[in-house]
């Protein structure tokens, strides 16, 4: 019988926690790809999702190499701690590019995801458009396994929560 890997399982619970929160209308899902590179025997799947009605997007993102592969399927030849996922997580929006609201926003995030987590901002500027596009990162710097497994709906909750607090300081930026 067939044994899911990690990244079968950790992708299993991310989608359904994810388009549940859709189907009850309190997020939408806006993109979504699964990708398995046959040259490097990686995986990659992400899930790109916004409050209804927002501009602000987030993705959630987990990655798994020819390594995290082969520690699950030969055990007993390479070290157990490479089995598992790599997770990037992001949030984007428009239009900040002044030192004040930046660093309100990190705080925001700090508040959320507590020191432990490094949080960067970047933001790209595109003349042809007259665009300004930001982008958050939370790096969680660790291979994460089925043993979080619970941990994804909190993660992801804390995301939605995330999203809800930056929107909210984005309105209120915009109306000031």
Same mark, same amino acid.
């Given at each position: 019988?067939?044994?899911?890997?990690?990244? #079968?399982?950790?992708?299993?619970? $991310?989608?359904?926690?994810?388009?549940?929160?859709?189907?009850?209308? /309190? $997020?939408? $899902?806006? #993109? &979504?790809?699964?990708?398995?590179?046959?040259?490097?025997?990686?995986? @990659?799947?992400?899930?790109?999702? &916004?409050?209804?009605?927002?501009?602000?997007?987030?993705?959630?993102?987990?990655?798994?190499?020819?390594?995290?592969?082969?520690?699950?399927?030969?055990?007993? @030849?390479?070290?157990?701690?490479?089995?598992?996922?790599?997770?990037?997580?992001?949030?984007?929006?428009?239009?900040?590019?002044?030192? /004040?609201?930046?660093?309100?926003?990190?705080?925001?995030?700090?508040?959320?995801?507590?020191?432990? &987590? /490094?949080?960067?901002? @970047?933001?790209?500027?595109?003349? @042809?458009?007259?665009?300004?596009?930001?982008?958050?990162?939370?790096?969680?710097?660790?291979?994460?396994?089925? #043993?979080?497994?619970?941990?994804?709906?909190?993660?992801?909750?804390?995301?939605?929560?995330?999203?809800?607090?930056?929107?909210?300081?984005?309105?209120?930026?915009?109306?000031?």
């Amino acid at each position: 019988m067939f044994d899911p890997t990690a990244f #079968d399982n950790m992708k299993v619970v $991310i989608e359904g926690a994810l388009y549940d929160l859709d189907l009850a209308g /309190k $997020i939408e $899902i806006i #993109d &979504r790809n699964d990708i398995v590179n046959m040259a490097k025997m990686s995986r @990659s799947f992400d899930l790109y999702f &916004r409050l209804p009605e927002a501009l602000e997007s987030a993705k959630i993102e987990i990655n798994s190499d020819f390594i995290n592969l082969a520690t699950e399927l030969l055990p007993n @030849s390479l070290s157990e701690k490479q089995s598992g996922c790599y997770m990037n997580l992001q949030f984007f929006h428009e239009g900040i590019t002044e030192a /004040k609201p930046l660093k309100k926003i990190q705080r925001i995030l700090f508040d959320i995801w507590g020191g432990t &987590r /490094k949080i960067g901002q @970047s933001f790209t500027i595109n003349p @042809s458009e007259s665009m300004i596009y930001n982008v958050i990162s939370i790096e969680l710097d660790r291979l994460v396994g089925e #043993d979080q497994m619970e941990d994804m709906v909190e993660l992801i909750d804390t995301m939605v929560t995330t999203l809800e607090h930056l929107q909210s300081y984005l309105i209120e930026i915009q109306t000031t």
